[in-house]
Structures are given as C-alpha cells and as structure tokens.
C-alpha cells in the first residue's frame, strides 16, 4: 500500500519552530517531485513548498519563502519542511504529497500530485 505519513506537526508560540517530517512506504519516492501544502479552517487547500525528485530545486510560497526550508533524504524516503519564525497565520493542516515519478511540470498546483499524506496539525499560537 502505497503511503506518506506526515508527523512533526504540534502548537507552538509565534517566532517559535517546527520540523515536518513525511515517511514515504510502499514504493519508492526517490523519482517524484514532493510537495507540502497546507489548509487553514474555511480556506482552501494552498501550496507551501516542493522540492524536485533531484533535490536540485525547491519552490516556496511567497508567504514562507526565506522562513521555510523544504529537503529530502532519498535513502530514508522522507521529506523535510523545516518552518522559523512561525506566524500565526501559518496556522493549518499540513499535507505531504508527491507525483508521479519524472514528474516535470509545474510543482505549485494540487493537480501535480496523485499521493497524499493524511495531514498532521500546526497551530501557532500568538
């Protein structure tokens, strides 16, 4: 069974900081793109970060950029999103998500990605 399980998530005080992880099983992750994206209360699903199947890339919303760091350790088919300087606005379900493998379209649309994760909660209290 294909799967991504996030963990990491937790309530943490404004400026404060967390590390996301998301274990992948059941194939191998190493050739997709992963992305994080995120869903606040009565708001839409929003894309946060993805990194390229490579590592070589890495894409960011404007709201975390120079905030957030998103990375990857193949070997342990896990993704890493590594969130300073949290903001209550940053409050949300976080979702882990990965594509097909060799996927080379744009890494920001939910569309892109065909597994996700179940979500793991981040609250940021102010």
């Known amino acids: 069974q294909v799967q991504l399980v996030e963990s990491g998530g937790g309530l943490v005080q404004a400026g404060g900081s967390l590390r996301l992880a998301c274990a992948a099983s059941?194939?191998?992750?190493?050739?997709?793109?992963m992305g994080w994206f995120r869903q606040a209360p009565e708001k839409e699903r929003e894309f946060v970060s993805a990194v390229t199947w490579s590592g070589n890339y890495t894409y960011y919303a404007d709201s975390v950029k120079g905030r957030f760091t998103i990375s990857r350790d193949n070997a342990k088919n896990t993704v890493y999103l590594q969130m300073n300087s949290l903001k209550a606005e940053d409050t949300a379900v976080y979702y882990c998500?990965?594509?097909?493998?060799?996927?080379?379209?744009?890494?920001?649309?939910?569309?892109?990605?065909?597994?996700w994760g179940q979500g793991t909660q981040v609250t940021v209290s102010s």
């Open positions: 998500a990965a594509t097909r493998e060799y996927y080379t379209g744009t890494k920001n649309s939910i569309s892109a990605y065909d597994t």
């Open positions: 059941g194939r191998s992750f190493s050739r997709s793109a």
